[in-house]
């Protein structure tokens, strides 16, 4: 008896929070950026990705900036931009982009003691309408290989010749 009266109050939890995520009637669901004729969009100037090419592993790292414009017809707003992991750090405009104008967005990469190839994202949150591939959010990438930088002689050695 215990456990069917276990398994029906399961079955009843599940229900109950299945109905909860669907709108009442006469409720409608806040339109989405992607059916927003006038919605922001990114355009990014040389494309949405970076190789850096062949870098130096070094404690200043890398940067690369990203500059887009709004070609939308409303203020671009980004909540938030974070890299795929620590080493990848974002910087964007905090301010709205009003339509037609520029932004940039500094992707630094920490390449100190990463040596190896190099293959990051930044993910942008905003209120721009979803890309060609239907994400709500924007990616950024960057590529690139790192090789360990050369040690300088120590001082007071000199080189054999």
């Not at 079955?11 to 806040?30: D, H, I, R, W, Y």
């Not at 409303?74 to 520029?102: H, R």
């Not at 920490?110 to 709500?136: E, H, L, M, Y």
Request: proline share 9%.
């Amino acid at each position: 008896m215990k456990k069917i009266l276990c398994a029906l109050s399961i079955c009843l939890a599940a229900t109950t929070v299945s109905f909860a995520q669907t709108p009442a009637a006469g409720q409608e669901k806040p339109a989405a950026a992607k059916d927003n004729k006038n919605a922001p969009h990114f355009k990014f100037k040389g494309g949405d990705s970076f190789d850096f090419g062949t870098i130096k592993e070094s404690p200043t790292g890398a940067e690369h900036v990203f500059e887009f414009t709004n070609t939308g017809k409303e203020p671009l707003i980004i909540q938030n931009a974070v890299g795929s992991c620590g080493c990848t750090t974002p910087d964007w405009p905090k301010e709205p982009i009003l339509p037609g104008k520029t932004g940039k967005i500094k992707v630094h990469y920490a390449s100190q003691g990463r040596v190896g190839p190099i293959q990051k994202s930044v993910f942008i949150t905003s209120n721009a309408a979803p890309g060609a591939d239907g994400q709500p959010r924007y990616e950024l990438k960057i590529t690139g290989t790192v090789v360990a930088a050369t040690p300088a002689p120590a001082a007071g050695t000199a080189e054999k010749k």
